[in-house]
């Protein structure tokens, strides 16, 4: 059974940093792909960030050169670390996983989501 875990959100003024977690168990594929989601009040659920477990990341335009995807000790371990953060990135944000990497930005395509962890941002 597939699990992902998030942690590390919180309340941070604008211009502050957050390093959000995601630990996922019970993968069993040999190409996979872990991203970042989030949601925000009344929006849909979108993509922010993905890393193929092979190394290639993925990056939405609007975060580019403020977040980064990066891969923990284990193989199976994400980092999102947010800097410059502004009040519209506050949303519920979200760990997935999928088979393979192609559609990484789609959130469509993943099947196994952890359970969300608040970002708010705001002085």
């Known amino acids: 059974q597939v699990q992902l875990v998030e942690s590390g959100g919180g309340l941070v003024q604008p211009g502050g940093s957050l390093r959000l977690s995601c630990t996922a168990s019970?993968?069993?594929?040999?190409?996979?792909?872990l991203g970042w989601f989030r949601q925000a009040p009344g929006k849909e659920r979108e993509f922010v960030a993905a890393?193929?477990?092979?190394?290639?990341?993925f990056t939405t335009d609007s975060v580019k050169g403020r977040f980064t995807i990066s891969r923990g000790n284990a193989a199976n371990r994400v980092y999102l670390q947010m800097n410059s953060l502004k009040p519209e990135d506050t949303a519920v944000y979200y760990c997935a996983a999928k088979a393979g990497y192609y559609s990484a930005t789609d959130v469509k395509q993943y099947y196994y989501w952890g359970q969300g962890t608040q970002v708010t941002v705001s002085s």
């Open positions: 890393r193929w477990s092979a190394g290639t990341t």
């Open positions: 019970g993968l069993s594929f040999n190409s996979y792909t």
